[in-house]
């Protein structure tokens, strides 16, 4: 525990830049406590899953039956403007996969992220999108991660939350400082067999 606690204060306070913070998951409201201290701390901040739609709804995008806290467009545009206040390049995925129903054997295809038909769901971000965010991810010497950029666990929407991870584990090789949180990311990193890559892990974040 206590080299835990050693490595999150060295990300949340004395991270080396370019710092980048990759968030994910379903809801923006289970990680906007983070994200709001993050805004004062990285450079960078990726944001994928099923949180990214909010945040393009926000926007004015075509979500269609993608997952979206449609009480929380206005916290989501708060923290874009935040971001631009404060310096914080934010990342969103630019295209996605999505299927016409959750489910591993449903159709899919790539589409624009803010541009999905009704009857459609975004599962996982799109190949765009994943080496857009690897290529950030190539140039960071912090890296803090926590929540998978999909429904990893269905083997055709796993390939974002791979490419993003094997970037981190790249990052890592080179000198960079990683930091992986959150028991999704636990699961996804398990999944992938890249635990002994990872040499920085916390089950969860703690709170900057």
Known sequence: ????????????????????????????????????????????????????????????????????????????????DKATAKGVKIHLPVDSIIADAFSNEANHKTCASGEIPDGWMGLDIGPVAAMQFAEVISHSKTILWNGPMGVFEMSNFERGTRMVADAIVHATSMGAFSLIGGGDSAAAINKFELGKKFPTFLQEVVHC
């Open 1 to 80: 525990m206590a080299n835990e606690l050693t490595n999150a204060n060295r990300v949340l306070s004395s991270a080396q830049k370019p710092f980048t913070a990759i968030t994910g998951g379903a809801k923006v409201s289970d990680k906007i406590l983070i994200i709001e201290q993050l805004l004062n701390k990285v450079d960078h901040l990726i944001i994928g899953g099923g949180m990214s739609y909010t945040f393009f709804r926000a926007m004015g995008g075509q979500t269609g039956s993608s997952l979206c806290e449609e009480d929380k467009l206005d916290l989501a545009r708060e923290i874009l």
